[in-house]
């Protein structure tokens, strides 16, 4: 038996050799450090629970049984989220490690197809690094002069495209509005593609499209306890006819939902009431945050979620977003990310304390960022 000849090899020249040049020429995600500061960059829920219910859930921690794999299917979590959410019998649950994992089991069951993804453009970043990640065709569809679905412009490219999947957030991230529901019937009716409507901010609005899920055999709906005080839990779900979610269902990671977080669900849904009780908080809250930067001269873009979209002067937006960090307030600058969003940061509706800091130091910073 011969063995192989000895190459010298270094670590760079293997690294370029194995891994795909777009990877190699991305970026891994990146998150601001938020220490110290008051948080408003990234649309979580400012409300912790009250220090009782906190006691009470460490307890149920610990009596977990962390020696033993999370029940693969979470079912403690299925009956208490289905009365939640009012979801109809007729549908079925895919729980997901937030949202992302679910976009990417959706994307990634394109691989090798030659099929594509669509999404409004701008919308939520991850529907196109998610596609690009994994090789799949990815084409942007055009907003009109109202951040709404440009009707020609979207059956124009879906011609061209022929997607397998469309992502249509309602409300949309980050613009914050909500789509013309004519508008939508339209593409809903007149594609083949399967239509994911991202529902993420759905308790800060009054829409809601579940009985789609139910009436068009090309629709599901996506959804997640991010927003309602569960961030940390990473716990999403694909809503969907029985034979959509039991096709997706073969793709999904095992043991994919931690026992940490399926018991902190559980307990959360348990006690509902307090999650729609901040929900109805951050809608009057946002309601006062708009007056407020109204008032101080920004052009507030109307929100049905739990961020607002403020309109800055020219080239100001990135000096006043550094210049609020000094203030040790943290938001999300939008400028440079897209063209629709020039001029723009993104505040997300904080606790009544938060918006009073907030409006406090633009009123500090007025002489040089008023309108």
Not at 327 to 350: E, N, Y
Request: aromatic share 8%; hydrophobic share 40%; proline share 6%.
């Amino acid at each position: 038996m011969h063995a192989l000849p000895s190459i010298v090899v270094t670590r760079d020249d293997l690294i370029q050799s194995l891994i795909p040049e777009r990877v190699r020429q991305g970026g891994a995600y990146q998150v601001p450090d938020a220490t110290g500061m008051i948080k408003l960059d990234a649309m979580e829920n400012p409300y912790q629970w009250p220090e009782s219910l906190r006691a009470d859930l460490a307890e149920r921690l610990a009596h977990t049984a962390f020696n033993r794999y999370p029940d693969p299917q979470a079912n403690g979590v299925r009956g208490p989220l289905r009365a939640f959410m009012k979801i109809p019998d007729e549908l079925e649950m895919l729980f997901g490690n937030g949202s992302d994992e679910i976009i990417a089991l959706l994307i990634a069951n394109l691989i090798g197809s030659g099929r594509s993804v669509c999404a409004p453009d701008p919308s939520f970043v991850m529907f196109q690094v998610l596609a690009n990640q994994y090789s799949v065709p990815f084409r942007a569809l055009p907003l009109d002069a109202s951040l709404d679905i440009d009707l020609v412009g979207w059956m124009d490219g879906l011609v061209e495209a022929d997607p397998a999947l469309i992502f249509i957030p309602q409300p949309n991230n980050p613009t914050g509005n909500l789509f013309s529901k004519d508008r939508l019937t339209e593409i809903v009716e007149s594609t083949q593609a399967l239509v994911v409507i991202d529902e993420a901010y759905t308790a800060f609005t009054d829409a809601d499209y579940l009985d789609w899920a139910v009436t068009y055999p090309n629709v599901v709906v996506m959804r997640t306890l991010s927003k309602v005080g569960l961030a940390g839990s990473r716990f999403g779900m694909l809503i969907g006819h029985p034979d959509w979610i039991s096709e997706f269902e073969k793709t999904r990671l095992p043991y994919n939902i931690n026992i940490l977080s399926q018991t902190a669900v559980q307990y959360a849904l348990e006690h509902a009431s307090i999650l729609n009780e901040q929900s109805q908080r951050i809608r009057e809250e946002r309601s006062r945050l708009t007056l407020g930067l109204s008032e101080r001269g920004f052009e507030v873009w109307p929100s049905e979620a739990n961020f607002v979209v403020m309109g800055c002067r020219e080239n100001q937006a990135r000096p006043l977003f550094d210049a609020l960090k000094e203030h040790r307030i943290l938001v999300k600058c939008l400028d440079g990310s897209h063209p629709r969003l020039k001029d723009t940061l993104r505040v997300t509706v904080g606790a009544p304390e938060e918006t009073d800091a907030l409006l406090a130091a633009l009123d500090h910073l007025a002489a040089e960022f008023g309108r």
